[in-house]
């Protein structure tokens, strides 16, 4: 079954500091993976997605995250946090069997301290 | 084009009460979701429809909660009886194929159950 492991249910950065979020995956077939962010009180927005084209991949808010199938890895990136950056992030996969859905992973609270 | 539309926003409810949460994708899209995020967990798929049909819901709690798509587009989530467990937020969500372009997701009813 495919699934996805978020490693640090909290993490703390200073404004203008690199955000590194982790993700990796469990899939026996090659998947598609997502980073949502949502913020308090509101639904899941995405960030950015990867469906087997470019292993980097760019999306909304300066974020990024790299698609490395030899450490089964889809990590989130930041080269600078900004105050507004702060809320939850989900990792997800596309269950890609039959009619697909996504599974989502436990979340991971970024903080940002000025 | 407009999101996906929730209603209500909040429902505070006592427990054995019954509650029910609308839902309106938005237009043209086929798939429709209902997940369950409680409280410092990532969402968790209810059920899934596939125009009006029902096509997963393997986690659908079948005692208590039922839920319908009318005609393909609207769809309702009911809970009878409501346990204190069931207090959480409870996502829309809705795809044009259900395939890896990503969903997009209303703003959730937050669900207090006393």
């Known amino acids: 079954a495919q699934s996805v492991t978020q490693l640090g249910s909290h993490v703390s950065v200073s404004e203008g500091a690199l955000v590194l979020l982790r993700c990796n995956y469990s899939s026996s077939v090659p998947p598609y993976l997502f980073w949502y962010v949502q913020y308090p009180n509101q639904g899941l927005q995405l960030l950015l997605k990867y469906t087997s084209a470019a292993t980097l991949v760019k999306g909304i808010n300066g974020f990024e995250a790299e698609f490395k199938k030899s450490e089964t890895s889809f990590h989130l990136t930041k080269p600078s946090a900004h105050m507004s950056d702060a809320a939850e992030y989900f990792c997800?996969?596309?269950?890609?069997?039959?009619?697909?859905?996504?599974?989502f992973g436990t979340g991971t609270r970024l903080l940002v301290s000025p | 084009e407009a999101g996906v539309a929730q209603s209500p926003r909040y429902k505070i409810i006592e427990k054995r009460q019954s509650v029910a949460f609308w839902c309106n994708p938005i237009?043209?899209?086929?798939?429709l979701y209902w997940y369950q995020q409680i409280l410092g967990q990532g969402p968790k798929l209810l059920i899934q429809f596939q125009n009006n049909g029902v096509v997963d819901d393997s986690q659908l709690p079948k005692d208590r909660f039922s839920a319908e798509r009318l005609k393909g587009v609207d769809s309702t989530l009911k809970i009878q009886p409501a346990k204190l467990e069931d207090s959480a937020v409870y996502l829309c969500?809705?795809?044009?194929?259900?395939?890896?372009?990503?969903?997009?997701f209303g703003s959730g009813t937050r669900l207090t159950v006393v």
């Open positions: 237009s043209g899209h086929a798939t």
């Open positions: 969500a809705s795809s044009p194929t259900g395939g890896p372009r990503g969903y997009t």
């Open positions: 997800a996969v596309n269950m890609n069997t039959g009619f697909q859905k996504l599974v």
